[in-house]
């Protein structure tokens, strides 16, 4: 399958770390690395833009040590209402 482009509007991602540095999409990459079983019907997907718009990324990263200024805390980033294309 082909698709020109995928639009998402007020889309909300969550990508987090724990403090064993485990990310909370890590069972999505295990599975999209496991050999595929041979018996179901093979496919693909193909995806040619990605836009976003008004939507929601949050990174929080939960370390044993907090974050103590000046600067940006880049363990916890919260960005709204962007426009990517």
């Known amino acids: 399958m082909s698709l020109?482009?995928?639009r998402l509007e007020n889309a909300?991602?969550?990508?987090s770390i724990d403090?064993?540095?485990?990310?909370n999409l890590d069972f999505i990459i295990?599975?999209?690395k496991q050999k595929p079983d041979s018996l179901k019907t093979k496919w693909s997907?193909?995806?040619s833009n990605i836009e976003m718009a008004d939507s929601r990324f949050i990174l929080k990263i939960f370390e044993n040590e907090k974050f103590v200024?000046?600067?940006?805390d880049l363990n916890n980033m919260d960005l709204r209402n962007w426009i990517l294309n």
């Open 4 to 6: 020109n482009k995928i």
């Open 12 to 15: 909300q991602v969550l990508i």
């Open 19 to 23: 403090s064993l540095n485990v990310v």
């Open 30 to 32: 295990e599975r999209l």
């Open 45 to 47: 997907v193909m995806v």
């Open 69 to 72: 200024g000046p600067g940006v």
